[in-house]
Each structure stands twice: as structure tokens, then as C-alpha cells.
């Protein structure tokens, strides 16, 4: 573990330190899907407080942790607003990219940090970010590259998640991760356990170094590189032994 893990482990340490002592819910910023790993080999570390990690939409990758005291009864609503942004003028609008929504708001003066997905539904996009920069948002943030834009703040239900996936399904010979991986991305099994040994595969926000990992329906799997999936759906098995499998592709 390099200083920098050491740094954001011990910050972690701290909020939970806080929620216990102070009797308060406490949060981090977003997490990347590698300090979510390093979340998650702490979890026993926080046995004194109640965690869950909040990213306000089921495919949502980046998530902050939440700490609250235990016991505390229904949890406290993570500090999170949805931000929806669709140009003024749809006929006109360019085509803009999620790199295109982003490199806007940290234009703004957001840290990165503070700002969690943006998924693209056609030409509306809807940026996760934290409570306190929703209305400094909606108030600044007027134009995307050469389109103007408006701004609102929606409920999380309102958001739509980008048309860019597919439907994959197919036969394995088992459930486990390098099998299910390989038919997502149409790989040979040995290049899929390889990227899983070389540490750029995760489930549901965990790091995952084992090819052979069962995965279960409702996993997301994310693989640096390449993209997201979804395990749909498992099937039954085949006259030769193997099992139907349905997936999301993102």
C-alpha cells in the first residue's frame, strides 16, 4: 500500500471515528472503484458504526461511503442530488460526450471528487454530485462546448441511463467471472482470466484477483479498459454440460 492508499485508508478510519463519537452521520467524496476495493478490505475495521456505500443509481460506479452510528435506526439520506442538463436548443445541439459534460463542471471549479457518474440518455445528461454543488451547478453551468444548456435538479428516478448497451447471450461452461467475462467481450477465456490477474476487474465495486469467482445475477462487473456488464440472467443447462447465460453490455 503506497502513502497516498495509506492517506485515504486513514481518512476512512476517521469518519468512522467521527460518526461514533459525535453520534452523526458522516460521508466521504466519491470513491474510484479502486479505493471502494480498499473500502471494503476495511470493512471489518468499522464493526463499531453502520457503512453502506450510496452512488444513487444501481449502475452507478463511482459511491461514497456513508458511516452512521449503530443502531441508529432508518439510515440518513446520503447528501447526494441528480443535476439534469439538456440543451435549450435540441435541433441545434452538437453531439456531446460524457467527456465533453465533465470537463465542463470541473471547468467550473468542481473537484472531482465531489462529483460522482453522468450518464447520457440521448441529448439529456444527468450528473450525480454532492448536495452542496447542485445549485451552483444549476446556476453556472449554461453552456457545453458551443450549446447552451439548462440546468434543474431532478429525482434520481428521472434518470436515464445511455442507450449504448447491447444484449449478450450465450452458453458457459461455468458462472465464474473469466467464463462470463469472456462472453462479454467476446474474448478467449485465458485473456479474460488474465485481466482479472492483472487486477483490472471488479464486482460490485470490489477488486476481484481470482479468475475463478462465481459471479451471481444482479452483478455489475466493471473491466478497466473495456467496459460494464451486467449478469442478467442465468440459465439452465445444456445436453453438453453447459449453462445459458444473459448479460448487459455497457
Not at 43 to 55: A, H, I, K, Y
Not at 58 to 65: D, N, S, T, W
Not at 94 to 123: A, M, P
Request: aromatic share 8%; glycine share 8%; proline share 3%.
Amino acid at each position: 500500500m503506497d502513502r497516498e492508499e495509506q492517506l485515504f485508508c486513514r481518512r476512512l478510519q476517521e469518519l468512522a471515528d467521527i460518526s461514533d463519537r459525535r453520534n452523526i452521520p458522516t460521508y466521504s467524496d466519491f470513491l474510484s472503484l479502486n479505493e471502494q476495493s480498499l473500502f471494503w478490505q476495511m470493512r471489518q475495521d468499522f464493526f463499531f458504526v453502520d457503512v453502506t456505500l450510496e452512488g444513487l443509481h444501481p449502475m452507478a460506479e463511482r459511491k461514497i461511503a456513508c458511516f452512521q452510528p449503530k443502531g441508529a435506526g432508518a439510515d440518513a439520506p446520503a447528501p447526494l442530488s441528480v443535476v439534469e442538463m439538456t440543451p435549450v436548443n435540441r435541433k441545434f445541439s452538437e453531439e456531446l460526450t460524457h467527456r465533453d459534460y465533465l470537463g465542463t463542471l470541473i471547468g467550473l471549479g468542481i473537484d472531482r471528487k465531489k462529483l460522482g457518474d453522468i450518464f447520457i440518455s440521448e441529448q439529456t445528461a444527468y450528473a450525480i454530485c454532492m448536495d452542496s454543488l447542485a445549485s451552483y451547478i444549476c446556476d453556472n453551468l449554461t453552456r457545453v462546448r458551443h450549446t447552451n444548456v439548462s440546468c434543474k435538479m431532478v429525482s434520481p428516478e428521472a434518470i436515464q441511463v445511455e442507450q449504448n448497451r447491447k444484449q449478450v447471450s450465450g452458453t458457459v461452461a461455468s458462472f465464474r467471472i473469466d467464463a462470463l467475462t469472456a462472453l462479454a467481450f467476446r474474448l478467449s477465456r485465458g485473456k479474460a482470466a488474465d485481466a482479472v490477474s492483472a487486477e483490472k476487474v471488479f464486482v460490485n465495486g470490489r477488486l476481484v484477483t481470482s479468475p475463478g469467482t462465481v459471479l451471481k445475477e444482479g452483478d455489475i462487473v466493471s473491466v478497466r479498459g473495456m467496459g460494464r456488464y451486467v449478469f442478467v440472467q442465468a440459465g439452465g443447462q445444456t445436453k453438453k454440460g453447459r449453462y445459458g447465460a444473459e448479460l448487459e453490455v455497457y
